[in-house]
């Protein structure tokens, strides 16, 4: 018996990627087997992050590394390291910012709502027009640093990140990067750091199938060590959002691991699983299933996406989603919610989108068919 059949919960194939919803991805056996050995003995947290850090950033190639409890995490210290740096009295009075800068321009195609994490760490958000002499503007009044998100939430229009990093390194400000869920490819874990970013932070629970709860900073050393020093175990902002031992031994094994992964293989396979679903409903009635790219600038697994006339075929977007979640096996996928607010909704189109980056071997076989008989019933 599995403990969620002990707590009464069914689990879910997850045909909807790696999302924090869902428990993010699943941890390789070489993953698991790290975290359980760090359960097993006590350390020094503030010895391991900076050995975690060291060994990271020496396997990416980067100048310094620190492991935080998830990118949005990340986000928050980020902020706070920008505000407080190193000095421990002002890192203790945040989210109080008498005395410190606290202005953070960032474009307005990128607002999202990720940005709380910033407002948690007693930042501002400026938000500015994608013109370089409104975003100098900002600067002169004085800014603790540029915000910068690439990816899903970017809509509008917005000042390329070299550029961004441009002025910021004309004002002598930091620009800071979420990147969250901008792997793979493999590339993007330096990428944004040569584009000129100062700091970026990234899910350590997405594509690095590491803990959930994990994410990693990446950037200047003496910015990722301001870093460490508002995070966890130290009095600070980022004193709740503890990485725990077994989740910074996690995510260094999972780091490594990923860096070894057939990069190549894994994309054709997810290619082949998104061939066969939307070759499983292309020749119903009234129904159109595409091979697409989610969003943002990785470039992540491919999806396949289904539309349909919902009048013609007598079923709602929702009532498809619902009866693929509530059958046997469970499917979740994901679409846009008409009925209620929801955290993506203004990313999607009116279809459901499956993704194959999550399914484990012949579960695309299950989704293809399960899809195929709801649209067809």
Known sequence: MSIYTELGVRPVINAAGPVTVLGGSLMPAAVLQAM???????????????????RIAALLGVEAA????????????MAAACMAGTDPAKAR?????????????Y???HSNPFDQAIREAGGELVPVDPVPSDLRAALEEGAAAIYYTVGRFERGESLPLAEVAGLARAAGVPLIVDGAAQVPPLANLKRFLDEGADLVTFSGGKALHGPQSSGLILGRADLVEACRLN???HSSIGRPMKASKEDIAGLV??????????HEAEWAEWERRVALLVEAVSDLPQVRARRTVPYGIA???PVAAVAWDEAA????????VAQLLDGDPRIAVRTRSRSAERLYDAYYEDEIRVYPDNLQPGEAEVVARRLREVLAG
Do not use: C, W
């Open 36 to 54: 359980n050995e760090a359960a097993a003995s006590f350390v020094s947290l503030n010895e391991l992050h900076l050995a975690a850090g060291r």
């Open 313 to 320: 075929v007598g079923h709602t977007y929702e009532q498809v």
């Open 66 to 77: 620190h492991v935080t409890s998830g990118a949005a995490a990340g986000i928050a210290v």
């Open 231 to 233: 995070d966890n175990p």
């Open 93 to 105: 009075q945040l989210p109080d910012t008498t005395g410190m800068r606290r202005r953070f321009p």
């Open 299 to 301: 470039q992540q697994a």
């Open 107 to 109: 474009m307005r195609a």
């Open 253 to 262: 094994k999972a780091v490594e691991v990923y860096l070894e992964r057939d």
